[in-house]
């Protein structure tokens, strides 16, 4: 199962979680109505709290993997 960790790029939470943009900016991460800086959208989870763009990766991290994995996002969350 793939799950969400600090290595995970800004643009992957925005397109497989529904609320990742809502908790990215419960984190600190403004994303707003678009990326302004291209790249910003390619920066990883761990590199967005050293620079201070994020507060607490490791939360942020918990939230989005217990109601955000991308099998969820899919509909294919359902138990086997």
Do not use: K
């Not at 390619?42 to 620079?51: E, I, T, V």
């Amino acid at each position: 199962m793939a799950e969400f960790g600090p290595e995970s790029t800004i643009r992957r939470i925005i397109e497989d979680c529904p609320e990742g943009r809502r908790l990215l900016y419960d984190h600190g991460y403004d994303v707003g109505e678009g990326f302004v800086d291209v790249l910003s959208q390619y920066q990883n989870l761990r590199h967005a709290g050293r620079s201070g763009r994020l507060r607490n990766v490791e939360a942020l991290v918990e939230a989005l993997n217990g109601g955000c994995r991308p099998e969820a996002a899919e509909g294919g969350g359902e138990e086997r």
